[in-house]
Nanobody, 126 residues
Framework: VQLQASGGGLVQPGGSLRLSCAAS????????VAWFRQAPGKEREGVSA????????VYATSVKGRFTISRDIAKNTVYLQMNALKPDDTAVYYC????????????????????WGQGTLVTVSS
């Protein structure tokens, strides 16, 4: 199983980026997939998730209304559209997946996921 995260880069405050998480050796169609991020000196935090069983989406309070998670079944890829980016969004972003359906209280916790991508750096700066 491999997850390839891409799409990071340098963007000015207020700008947008779309991250991609492409899977191989594992179908994301019915899996739960999440995006996490880790800024220097901080713990990894859950940003957004899409639950495999009921396809419901969950967002951290800090990104709600600005970020959108989506899934392209044909491409076996999950996206994170990030709009109105802020300097506080600067971090390495990781995607992760599991074949299970984490309960909602745990869906943005790293220990709920089995497979992880390598991370892509997002820098929001003027």
């Amino acid at each position: 199983v491999q997850l390839q995260a891409s799409g990071g880069g340098l963007v000015q405050p207020g700008g947008s980026l779309r991250l991609s998480c492409a899977a191989s050796g594992f179908t994301l169609n019915s899996a739960s997939v999440a995006w996490f991020r880790q800024a220097p000196g901080k713990e990894r935090e859950g940003v957004s998730a899409i639950r495999g069983g009921d396809r419901k989406t969950v967002y951290a309070t800090s990104v709600k209304g600005r970020f959108t998670i989506s899934r392209d079944i044909a491409k076996n890829t999950v996206y994170l559209q990030m709009n109105a980016l802020k300097p506080d969004d600067t971090a390495v972003y990781y995607c992760a997946t599991t074949s299970g359906n984490p309960i909602y209280s745990n869906i943005l916790q790293p220990n709920a996921y089995t497979y992880w991508g390598q991370g892509t750096l997002v820098t929001v700066s003027s």
